[in-house]
């Protein structure tokens, strides 16, 4: 029972830190800092699950690698729908099968921030936003994988 209680706070934990994300990324933008603020709000994730057990940690970079792929699945065109369906697949076999694919579609969402395509004005600082953010996380995710102390595979498939 105790170990029930333990993975549901985890889960708690894991989608609290999801949600205080995205409500800061919208405090920033919306006070138009987004851009300066990028690098600290990787803390959030960082910091909030480091100190989490590797599969409960796995999970928790799962799910904010669905985070990262829904910034413009919000738009709604279906190439955008479509390379968030894309990212959704790279967490879930993130998760499942490789660390690498957390890294892959870190580095992949700069890469869609060049695509060309207009923004709403709450976004327009994304992009530049979004490749540090998402850069530095991409980054830290590597270096966690290279060192051993992000498994590139799960131990097991419980939290």
Do not use: Q
């Not at 796995?58 to 955008?80: H, Q």
């Not at 694919?101 to 869609?112: D, E, T």
């Amino acid at each position: 029972m105790k170990t029930m209680a333990v993975r549901v706070l985890i889960g708690f934990w894991i989608v609290f830190l999801v949600w205080l994300a995205g409500f800061t990324v919208g405090a920033a933008a919306n006070a138009d800092v987004l851009v300066w603020a990028s690098i600290p709000l990787t803390l959030i994730p960082i910091a909030g699950l480091y100190f989490l057990p590797a599969n409960a940690e796995r999970a928790g970079w799962a799910l904010f690698t669905v985070w990262l792929g829904s910034t413009y699945a919000a738009l709604g065109t279906p190439l955008e729908l479509g390379v968030f369906g894309l990212i959704c697949v790279f967490a879930i076999l993130g998760y499942f099968r490789s660390s690498w694919l957390f890294v892959i579609s870190w580095f992949g969402h700069i890469a869609w921030d060049f695509v060309p395509r207009s923004l709403p004005d709450l976004y327009l600082d994304l992009p530049a936003a979004c490749m540090l953010f998402d850069g530095a996380i991409g980054l830290y995710l590597a270096w966690r994988i290279r060192r051993g102390t992000l498994s590139v595979r799960p131990i097991g498939f419980a939290l």
